[in-house]
């Protein structure tokens, strides 16, 4: 989605304020000033300081559950459909621990700057994030970050190991017409599947040997296959997703040239006022299904995905490949403008699908396809100085190929309605989208599709009041859905052919309680009416009761608890094999408030996060112990006390 208040770069909008100002570097200095932008943007931001939130350093989020490890699939809380037209695969259980193209930084740096991260945890959890950037020139720089998520889990068959790379790279000429924008991205997801322990009397079963929780069985997966070494990431059964992407941006402007004068000196300038620009997109997207054990849990595949065979192996596998062109015209109206601008361009995508597929029956087979699909895409953003009429438009329409007919139109609106008011923001949105490939049938996965699929349609209104004086937002979504496609089983699709609608209220607030303590409350409300095949909690909140401040001249100090909680409902369950989550309507999953305890502090530019997370889980009832845990899913219970300790370190090099 593109960002409110955005510009498409450029020298001409160096700062990314409203108007062009000039800024004399000394590389040469022994102080780092880091500023980044996105590809869509051109406002510049700075680091995030803050030590008061753990989840900004972890891909972990607070509004979605997982199944009970860090790095298994994952699914939000709050109400988020897929609004993207077009080509989709379907396959999001693990967009949390992935890089997006989107969210790569496009940086500017007065010295070399490292950032490195390392987090432990029970069970030899373990995270590793490595961020460098420098300039080779004052108008070239590269930024480099590299992740890794590897947690074997407490339960057997649950380890996930998940490694993320990418290079990004913005060259501007000297004479600041041209412009190239690079980046490179790899994300290999892999997290072994359990099919969730056989029984929730077994959590608290008084056979000592279950107070591992390895031992517990599981619907699938031998535990002798299983381990717990960090070193072994080998899969035996579970899921492989693997991507990756490349894209190249030119752009060449056409325009003036200015100048400012000043007591010492002449700071020339380019303005641009007319730009083309070309975009390069390749990708490939490869889904992969394993247990080289299948054979041993034939019953489970037959009964869940009507797989039966004499072969050892379950093997289902979906291969994409994606190029996209796109050819752009940029025109900015007013030249002292850059954050003003409209664009209009088009793309043409080319795809390729090689589905292969091992499921007991005999050899593999594989199919392959092609398509080629064509989009048009308008957009017109503006940002002005005063903050009254901060405005976008975007519309996007699929003309040619298997996607015709789909669209998306946007529009928001944001306002400065006083200093006291604070800001208001009201946006519109409308999609219209074939279903995610997968609900189709057409895949290797073995889904029971909808022959004539109807093309979804959401509607999204948004309304956001930002009071930054009383450090409070309080946000509105309504949706109004119509042809909504879903999982009901572990591999039958349907469609709902009806509306339905469904409210989302947000209030977030900071209180401060003392000169010291402060209180972070967020409080979200969904309502539901029609007949709407989803069952969300009524309500969810996040507390987070802390003391902060500043001990001594370079330790700063957040500590306190941090709790979570969200009503009783009838959580979606887990197809292991498909990757989907899906809509059950026979448990309620009643929880407990998930509680943590924290200490998080800063000495100059190193920090450090210690957690225990799950205290929610002590009971008396079986014996002292941290039995009583909740569940991310039907039979996918969550550990007990969870020990983390992150450390983050940014240096000038």
Same mark, same amino acid.
């Given at each position: 989605?593109?960002? &409110?208040?955005?510009g498409?770069?450029?020298?001409?909008?160096?700062g990314?304020?409203?108007?062009?100002k000039f800024e004399?570097?000394n590389?040469?200095?022994?102080?780092?000033t880091?500023?980044?932008?996105?590809?869509?943007?051109?406002?510049?931001s700075g680091?995030?300081?803050?030590?008061?939130d753990?989840?900004?350093?972890?891909?972990?989020?607070?509004d979605?559950?997982?199944?009970g490890n860090n790095?298994n699939a994952?699914r939000n809380l &709050?109400?988020?459909?897929?609004l993207?037209p077009?080509?989709?695969?379907?396959?999001?259980?693990?967009?949390l621990?992935?890089?997006?193209?989107?969210?790569?930084?496009?940086m500017?740096?007065?010295?070399p700057?490292?950032?490195?991260g390392?987090?432990?945890?029970?069970?030899?959890e373990q995270?590793?994030?490595?961020?460098?950037?420098?300039?080779?020139?004052?108008?070239?720089?590269?930024?480099f970050e590299?992740?890794l998520?590897?947690s074997?889990?407490?339960?057997?068959?649950?380890?996930a190991?998940?490694?993320?790379?990418?290079?990004?790279?913005?060259y501007?000429?000297?004479?600041?017409?041209?412009?190239l924008?690079?980046?490179a991205?790899?994300?290999s997801?892999?997290?072994?599947?359990?099919?969730?322990?056989r029984?929730?009397?077994?959590?608290?079963?008084?056979?000592t040997?279950f107070?591992?929780?390895?031992?517990i069985?599981t619907k699938?997966s031998?535990?002798?296959?299983s381990t717990?070494?960090?070193?072994n990431?080998?899969?035996?059964t579970g899921?492989s997703?693997?991507e990756s992407?490349?894209l190249?941006?030119?752009q060449y402007?056409?325009?003036?040239?200015d100048s400012?004068?000043t007591?010492s000196?002449?700071h020339?300038?380019?303005i641009?006022r007319?730009r083309?620009?070309?975009?390069?997109?390749?990708g490939?997207?490869d889904?992969?299904?394993?247990?080289?054990?299948?054979?041993r849990?034939?019953?489970?595949?037959?009964?869940?995905?009507g797989?039966?065979?004499?072969?050892?192996t379950?093997?289902?596998?979906d291969s994409?490949?994606?190029?996209t062109?796109?050819f752009? /015209?940029?025109?900015?109206?007013?030249a002292?403008?850059?954050?003003?601008f /409209?664009?209009v361009g088009?793309s043409l995508?080319?795809?390729?699908?090689?589905?292969?597929?091992?499921?007991?029956?005999?050899?593999?087979?594989t199919?392959?396809?092609?398509s080629s699909? $064509?989009?048009?895409?308008?957009?017109?953003?503006?940002?002005?100085?005063?903050?009254?009429?901060?405005?976008?438009?975007y519309?996007?329409?699929?003309t040619?190929?298997?996607y015709?007919?789909?669209y998306?139109?946007?529009?928001?609106?944001r306002t400065?309605?006083?200093k006291?008011l604070?800001?208001?923001?009201l946006?519109f949105?409308?999609v219209?989208r074939t279903?995610?490939?997968?609900y189709s049938?057409?895949?290797?996965f073995?889904?029971?599709?909808?022959?004539? $699929?109807?093309k979804?349609?959401?509607?999204?209104l948004?309304?956001?009041l930002?009071?930054p004086? $009383?450090?409070?937002?309080?946000s509105?979504?309504?949706?109004l859905t119509?042809?909504?496609?879903?999982?009901r089983?572990f591999n039958?699709?349907?469609q709902?052919?009806?509306l339905f609608?469904l $409210?989302r209220?947000?209030v977030?607030k900071t209180f401060r309680?003392?000169?010291?303590?402060?209180?972070?409350?967020?409080?979200?409300l969904q &309502?539901?009416?029609?007949n709407?095949p /989803?069952?969300?909690?009524l309500m969810?909140t996040?507390?987070?009761?802390?003391?902060?401040?500043?001990?001594f001249?370079?330790l700063?100090?957040?500590?306190?608890?941090?709790t979570?909680y969200y009503?009783?409902?009838k959580?979606?369950?887990?197809?292991?094999?498909?990757g989907?989550?899906?809509?059950?309507n026979?448990?309620?999953?009643?929880?407990?408030p998930?509680?943590?305890?924290?200490v998080?502090?800063r000495i100059r530019?190193?920090?450090?996060?210690?957690?225990?997370?799950?205290?929610?889980?002590l009971?008396f009832?079986?014996?002292?112990?941290f039995?009583?845990?909740n569940?991310?899913?039907?039979?996918?219970?969550y550990?007990?006390?969870?020990?983390?300790?992150?450390?983050?370190?940014?240096?000038?090099?």
């Amino acid at each position: 989605m593109p960002r &409110l208040g955005g510009g498409m770069g450029g020298a001409g909008s160096k700062g990314g304020n409203d108007s062009i100002k000039f800024e004399k570097r000394n590389f040469a200095d022994d102080s780092v000033t880091v500023r980044f932008r996105y590809l869509d943007t051109a406002k510049y931001s700075g680091f995030d300081s803050s030590i008061s939130d753990f989840y900004r350093k972890v891909p972990m989020k607070t509004d979605h559950i997982t199944l009970g490890n860090n790095g298994n699939a994952a699914r939000n809380l &709050l109400y988020s459909p897929v609004l993207k037209p077009g080509w989709d695969p379907g396959f999001h259980a693990f967009d949390l621990y992935a890089f997006r193209l989107e969210d790569a930084r496009f940086m500017t740096t007065t010295k070399p700057y490292t950032e490195l991260g390392y987090l432990v945890g029970s069970k030899s959890e373990q995270q590793i994030n490595v961020l460098h950037t420098q300039n080779i020139r004052p108008n070239w720089n590269f930024v480099f970050e590299y992740r890794l998520v590897n947690s074997p889990g407490y339960f057997n068959s649950q380890n996930a190991n998940h490694k993320n790379l990418r290079f990004s790279t913005q060259y501007t000429s000297k004479d600041e017409r041209y412009n190239l924008f690079f980046v490179a991205m790899s994300n290999s997801l892999q997290s072994s599947e359990n099919g969730g322990i056989r029984n929730d009397s077994f959590l608290v079963n008084p056979n000592t040997a279950f107070n591992d929780r390895f031992n517990i069985p599981t619907k699938l997966s031998d535990s002798v296959f299983s381990t717990r070494n960090f070193f072994n990431v080998k899969l035996y059964t579970g899921s492989s997703y693997q991507e990756s992407q490349f894209l190249l941006r030119q752009q060449y402007d056409f325009g003036q040239k200015d100048s400012v004068v000043t007591d010492s000196s002449v700071h020339r300038y380019f303005i641009p006022r007319l730009r083309l620009e070309h975009t390069i997109r390749y990708g490939s997207n490869d889904f992969l299904y394993l247990d080289i054990q299948g054979k041993r849990d034939r019953a489970y595949y037959l009964e869940h995905y009507g797989i039966s065979g004499s072969s050892d192996t379950v093997d289902v596998h979906d291969s994409w490949r994606e190029l996209t062109n796109d050819f752009s /015209i940029i025109q900015f109206p007013f030249a002292r403008n850059p954050l003003q601008f /409209i664009k209009v361009g088009a793309s043409l995508q080319m795809l390729q699908v090689r589905n292969l597929a091992n499921d007991f029956s005999g050899p593999a087979q594989t199919i392959k396809s092609r398509s080629s699909n $064509l989009f048009l895409h308008g957009e017109y953003r503006n940002r002005t100085r005063d903050k009254r009429w901060d405005m976008e438009l975007y519309g996007e329409f699929w003309t040619l190929g298997n996607y015709a007919g789909n669209y998306r139109a946007l529009a928001t609106l944001r306002t400065l309605l006083s200093k006291k008011l604070g800001y208001l923001e009201l946006g519109f949105e409308n999609v219209n989208r074939t279903p995610s490939y997968i609900y189709s049938g057409a895949s290797s996965f073995p889904v029971i599709g909808v022959a004539d $699929l109807k093309k979804e349609n959401v509607t999204h209104l948004s309304g956001l009041l930002d009071i930054p004086a $009383l450090q409070l937002k309080l946000s509105g979504h309504y949706y109004l859905t119509a042809n909504y496609t879903y999982f009901r089983d572990f591999n039958k699709v349907y469609q709902e052919t009806g509306l339905f609608n469904l $409210l989302r209220l947000g209030v977030n607030k900071t209180f401060r309680v003392a000169r010291n303590w402060r209180w972070y409350s967020d409080l979200y409300l969904q &309502l539901t009416a029609g007949n709407a095949p /989803i069952h969300l909690p009524l309500m969810y909140t996040r507390n987070r009761f802390a003391f902060e401040g500043k001990l001594f001249t370079n330790l700063v100090l957040s500590t306190g608890v941090d709790t979570r909680y969200y009503t009783p409902y009838k959580g979606d369950d887990y197809s292991p094999v498909t990757g989907q989550f899906f809509y059950q309507n026979n448990e309620t999953l009643i929880i407990r408030p998930d509680i943590a305890a924290y200490v998080n502090f800063r000495i100059r530019s190193f920090t450090s996060y210690v957690r225990l997370e799950n205290l929610n889980s002590l009971t008396f009832k079986y014996g002292f112990g941290f039995k009583d845990v909740n569940h991310g899913a039907p039979l996918y219970p969550y550990p007990g006390m969870v020990f983390r300790l992150g450390v983050f370190w940014g240096f000038v090099n």
